[in-house]
């Protein structure tokens, strides 16, 4: 009975100590900018790996087409200013030369936009935005096929009008409206046009004009808008692409009764519809920040690194040493999450934080040729979009940041690849916002001006 009980005791020892022992093996660390220890979830920091963070300016983003007419202005001390001026070709669509009456009288001639109920910046105040007659003809811009470093972006597909594209318009606005963008309820905005080019227009329609013939004859006579931006400006605003430029008139019917109407000038082709988006940076850390400069480290920039969509910026991010961990054969990794932390106060700023971001992956020449997916397992389960997204989440009022997350493990176990070699990630909001929105995303910073960024690796030594 002693001797079966000793026995029982010594195998129950026995494997007590196996599952101590297999347990030491299993480590949880971070690689990380932050070198604070956080006990409270287990993280311990190893100071030799590394994560480098820039912010990088693609070249090349192309804003047309996308349905969103974008015109305003943001101005903020960290990153600076934005302005966007929307850029447009209107057409004959419907008009009917000689349609309207002989007797019929000109009024008045309006541009007319929906807002599509986006916004970003200060809406409190008072916005001014200008209607100006295009003096160029807008051109698609063709960007050849390149290979190697210089293969084209994943997102280009074609011809299209880029951010940092422009064309001359008059000087001297057809006409500016300023108004309060309560754009929740706001239902439409009419800008009143120069009556010079009403009247002239509506002869051209009373008469059968040469110039209103076709769509052709009159993108030749009459080239485009210019929709821009007060430079006092404090937010920006999206419009619906369903613009109108609309000629009034009236006449009396066989009735003797006032008959008001209008025909409109649409739209034309969507293509040519784009935003071209400036940033000035000046007195700020980013001053530098250009396309022939397209990178800054966060050590040049007081810790400060950024992503915003329109301009192109991205947060940049390289971890330099962490082949050494994925090629040592005595290490199994079991899962992998990339980390970044925004300041809560920017959800209740004008500046609010973008919902999601998404992470490219750029080649050694600084163009993201592919895009971080949702792992395969997770898919097979029925979770979430192909696309993998970090979705924000967390943050209180008592000073905790918010944070987005993603899960690395495919890029990990992917990185020892050919095709990964000399890679990096870029943290950018989703190409449906980069191409058509100024949504930002500054990262926050630890006590020693670092950026809050860190790559949590559990893994099994054996």
Do not use: W
């Amino acid at each position: 009975m002693i001797r079966n009980f000793k026995r029982r005791s010594i195998q129950f020892l026995f494997s007590a100590l196996l599952l101590i022992g297999i347990s030491a093996c299993n480590k949880d660390i971070s690689l990380s900018l932050d070198n604070s220890r956080d006990e409270s979830i287990g993280l311990v920091p190893i100071d030799t790996f590394q994560v480098n963070t820039s912010t990088y300016l693609l070249d090349d983003v192309p804003t047309s087409g996308t349905g969103m007419i974008l015109a305003g202005k943001i101005s903020n001390t960290t990153t600076g200013s934005v302005l966007s001026t929307s850029y447009m070709r209107m057409a004959i669509d419907n008009i009917i030369a000689g349609s309207i009456p002989t007797a019929a009288k000109y009024d008045s001639i309006t541009f007319v936009l929906k807002p599509n109920k986006y916004f970003y910046g200060d809406t409190t105040k008072t916005q001014t935005l200008s209607v100006h007659q295009l003096t160029q003809q807008i051109i698609l811009k063709e960007v050849n096929t390149g290979s190697g470093t210089n293969e084209l972006p994943y997102y280009v597909n074609g011809a299209a009008v880029y951010n940092n594209q422009k064309f001359n318009y008059e000087p001297t606005a057809l006409g500016s409206l300023s108004f309060k963008p309560f754009v929740k309820k706001l239902d439409s905005i009419a800008i009143r046009l120069n009556d010079n080019l009403g009247n002239t227009l509506f002869s051209y329609i009373k008469d059968g004009h040469g110039n209103i013939a076709s769509n052709d004859n009159f993108n030749e006579y009459f080239k485009g808008i210019a929709l821009v931006p007060g430079n006092n400006n404090t937010a920006m605003i999206g419009f619906k692409d369903t613009v109108s430029m609309q000629v009034h008139y009236n006449y009396i019917n066989d009735e003797g009764f006032k008959v008001n109407k209008s025909t409109s000038f649409n739209l034309g082709n969507k293509a040519y519809q784009f935003n071209n988006v400036e940033a000035d940076r000046t007195g700020t850390a980013f001053n530098t920040l250009s396309v022939t400069n397209p990178e800054l480290k966060s050590s040049a920039t007081n810790g400060d690194v950024f992503l915003e969509g329109s301009t192109g910026a991205v947060v940049k991010l390289t971890f330099p040493t962490l082949l050494d961990l994925v090629n040592d054969p005595t290490v199994a990794i079991n899962k992998v999450e990339l980390v970044i932390e925004t300041e809560n106060k920017y959800r209740n700023s004008f500046f609010i934080p973008p919902a999601r971001v998404v992470l490219m992956i750029a080649n050694a020449g600084g163009n993201p040729v592919s895009i971080i997916t949702t792992p395969v397992f997770l898919q097979q389960q029925g979770q979430q979009d192909p696309i993998q997204y970090g979705f924000l989440a967390g943050g209180d009022e008592f000073g905790a940041n918010a944070k987005y997350t993603f899960n690395m493990i495919e890029y990990v176990n992917n990185i020892k690849k050919d095709s990964y070699f000399n890679t990096s990630l870029f943290l950018s909001v989703p190409q449906s916002s980069l191409f058509a929105t100024t949504d930002r995303l500054i990262i926050a910073k630890d006590a020693n001006n670092k950026p809050r960024i860190k790559l949590n690796i559990l893994y099994t030594k054996f």
